[in-house]
């Protein structure tokens, strides 16, 4: 798990903790019932939303890397037709 991940996890466990003030130890089926559908349900997004960020981050290095083969296949080509021109003459 990268550090962002586990940051944005923190701080969603913060945000969904009791202020220490009211604090005091006793929770209901119900609200446990709640505070972990909570929990579960953030932790769900966040993990999807960095994996959409990785997809997205390898698709455009594929990407990249397609558009660098298709320069080299172009320059070859180019060279290719330079070579039979000369050849022709």
């Keep these: 798990m990268s550090k962002k991940m586990q940051d944005e996890i923190d ?47 390898r698709m455009q290095r594929q990407l990249d890397q397609i558009e660098y083969e298709m320069k080299c296949i172009k320059d070859r080509l180019k060279d290719a037709e330079m070579e039979l021109l000369a050849v022709q003459k």
């Design 11 to 57: 701080l969603e466990v913060v945000r969904l903790s009791p202020p220490k003030e009211t604090a005091i130890g006793v929770m209901t089926q119900a609200e446990m019932v709640q505070l972990i559908r909570k929990s579960v349900h953030c932790g769900a997004v966040i993990g999807w939303a960095h994996a959409e960020r990785f997809t997205r981050e």
